[in-house]
């Protein structure tokens, strides 16, 4: 069993930055392929960011690409979601997730996710 568990939320101006992290536990997150997806309130979750098993390759939601990097410490058995330009529209609560697809394009379906952590609370002020 994989456990994960996300931090790194907090209230940050329009602008600002964060660095969200995912530690994963139990087993070598390198066999997954790793997400983040989000969900503001009253809206469905959506896709963000995933990387590839072992952190080799990205994908990135349009509305985050260009600002939002994804990345992968294998060492550490963690993965990074380093957010610069925060919009209001970023506010919601981000989820990690992780996948035995290790790539192409399911990496991009929350369907495909078999183990998520319990989320932390990103909001951006006007």
């Known amino acids: 069993q994989l456990q994960l568990v996300e931090s790194g939320g907090g209230l940050v101006q329009a602008g600002g930055s964060l660095r969200l992290s995912c530690a994963a536990s139990g087993r070598t997150a390198t066999r997954y392929a790793m997400g983040w997806f989000r969900q503001a309130p009253g809206k469905e979750r959506e896709f963000v960011a995933a990387?590839?098993?072992?952190?080799?390759?990205?994908g990135y939601a349009g509305s985050v690409k260009g600002r939002f990097t994804i990345s992968a410490d294998n060492a550490k058995n963690t993965v990074y979601l380093q957010m610069h330009s925060l919009k209001p529209e970023d506010t919601a609560v981000y989820y990690c997730?992780?996948?035995?697809?290790?790539?192409?394009?399911?990496?991009?379906?929350?369907?495909?996710?078999?183990?998520w952590g319990r989320g932390t609370q990103v909001t951006v002020s006007s």
């Open positions: 990387v590839s098993c072992g952190g080799g390759i990205a």
């Open positions: 997730a992780a996948t035995r697809v290790c790539a192409g394009s399911d990496v991009y379906t929350e369907n495909s996710y078999n183990y």
